[in-house]
C-alpha cells in the first residue's frame, strides 16, 4: 500500500495545481484518509500513510509540512498546520537494546494553529 501511495503521490498528489484541494482530497480517500468538508491538503505536504489521517471540515495542511504518519494523525475543524511543520506520530523505545518504533498517535483540537 505504501508503494502504491508512493506512486500516487508522485505522479497526481504532488504535480496538481494549488488550488485543486478537491482532487487532492479525492486521492486521499481512495487511499483510506478520512477527508472533512472544505479541508484543504496542499499539493507539497507529504503524507507518510493516508489511511492513518483524518482532516476535520475546513482544516488544512500547508505546503512543506511532513506528515508522518504511522499512528492515527487527527487535525480538527477548522485547524491549520503550517509550512514546514513535522508531525511524527511514532518514536522509539530508546530503553529498548533493538531501539524499536513505537506508533504514537497524534490529536491536533478544532481551530488549534
Not at 59 to 73: L, M
Request: hydrophobic share 45%; aromatic share 14%.
Amino acid at each position: 500500500m505504501r508503494l502504491a501511495w508512493s506512486v500516487a503521490w508522485h505522479a497526481l498528489y504532488r504535480p496538481s495545481p494549488t488550488f485543486l484541494h478537491s482532487w487532492r482530497r479525492l486521492l486521499l480517500r481512495a487511499f483510506g484518509a478520512k477527508i472533512g468538508l472544505a479541508a484543504h491538503p496542499y499539493p507539497n505536504c507529504r503524507i507518510w500513510a493516508p489511511w492513518n489521517l483524518t482532516m476535520g471540515r475546513h482544516s488544512g495542511i500547508a505546503n512543506n509540512v511532513d506528515v508522518y504518519s504511522v499512528a492515527q494523525i487527527v487535525v480538527g475543524d477548522f485547524a491549520t498546520i503550517s509550512q514546514y511543520a513535522h508531525l511524527c506520530a511514532a518514536t522509539h523505545d530508546y530503553e529498548d537494546s533493538e531501539f524499536r518504533l513505537l506508533p504514537k498517535p497524534i490529536a491536533i483540537g478544532d481551530r488549534a494553529w
